[in-house]
């Protein structure tokens, strides 16, 4: 998310049109910004709560296993610190193994958001990371913005053109 601005125009037009599809899924934009402002509000942040699930006034989110507050600090600091956006650790790096098992236990995870009314939409579903070789693991644009990202950035890029 924050290489959005410098990201080609090909990777702009994707997220923007996966937040896009995500929102009509929960059932338009003003419910998907909602549950963003939900996750952003909530303490301890959701994605720690060890049901697996998070509940908000228009929907929830659940996911298939429990993440551990140290993984979701290790998480951010890996994101804090890639420059290119490739968060899969050097070798020799400080803490490579921690974080590589990191990548090993978050990356089956399944989250699927609903909307509470099933006539709103159908929901989405959002994997952690984009594999794309070996040697490069991403953060994915959209599990990012639902989980990380400001709502204010999330709403400017939806509003893009």
């Known amino acids: 998310m924050k290489y959005f601005k410098t990201s080609d125009l090909a990777r702009q037009a994707s ?6 599809e995500s929102a009509k899924a929960m059932g338009g934009k003003n419910y998907f910004l909602h549950l963003l402002e939900a996750i952003q509000e ?3 942040h959701p994605i720690i709560n060890k049901n697996c699930k998070f509940r908000y006034a228009l929907g929830s ?5 429990p993440i551990f507050k140290d993984k979701l600090t290790r998480l951010k600091h890996l994101i804090r610190i890639s420059n ?11 803490g490579f193994k921690g974080d590589l098992n990191l990548l090993r236990t978050l990356n089956p995870i399944i989250f699927k958001a609903q909307p509470k009314n099933t006539k709103d939409g159908p929901g989405f579903i959002v ?3 984009d594999i794309i070789d070996e040697y490069t693991t991403q953060i994915n644009p959209l599990f990012g913005a639902v989980f990380f990202s400001p709502v204010y950035q999330v709403k400017k890029i939806m509003n893009a053109k």
């Open 127 to 129: 994997q952690p990371f």
């Open 61 to 65: 989110i659940k996911w298939s296993k």
């Open 84 to 94: 290119d956006g490739n968060i899969y650790p050097k070798k020799g790096a400080k």
């Open 15 to 20: 997220l923007q049109e996966k937040l896009t």
């Open 42 to 44: 909530a303490q301890p």
